[in-house]
């Protein structure tokens, strides 16, 4: 998929502000599943570093190019995390996803399987 103009601004602002929330834990907060929860700490770290290490964004995973979705394999389970976009009142969604100061940003990492 190619994009011009202001749509691909856009995509790219959301692609950053994305990737610095899963990689540096800024611009929003991270929310992590009961079954993560239930894994011993060091599957639980191994977890959080691969989500905030991955980087194989493809068609597949990311046709829109926003690096907000992905499922990880990590030893022997699967990872799902997802970015969602909210308001800054945390109630709705943004009205600007690609504008930092009207987006709260949630990162939820869960296993697969329990999605």
Wanted: net charge negative; glycine share 10%.
């Amino acid at each position: 998929m190619t994009m011009c103009g202001e749509n691909a601004l856009q995509v790219a602002a959301i692609r950053t502000l994305n990737d610095q929330l899963r990689q540096g834990g800024t611009g929003g907060r991270w929310f992590v599943s009961s079954g993560l929860l239930g894994l011993s700490p060091e599957q639980r770290n191994a977890v959080l570093r691969a989500v905030s290490e991955f980087s194989d964004f493809n068609e597949r995973n990311d046709p829109y190019g926003e690096h907000d979705c992905a499922i990880v394999p990590v030893g022997d389970v699967n990872v799902l995390w997802k970015i969602d976009y909210c308001d800054t009142d945390f109630v709705f969604g943004s009205p600007d996803p690609g504008d930092a100061n009207q987006t709260f940003r949630v990162i939820t990492v869960m296993l697969a399987e329990e999605y």
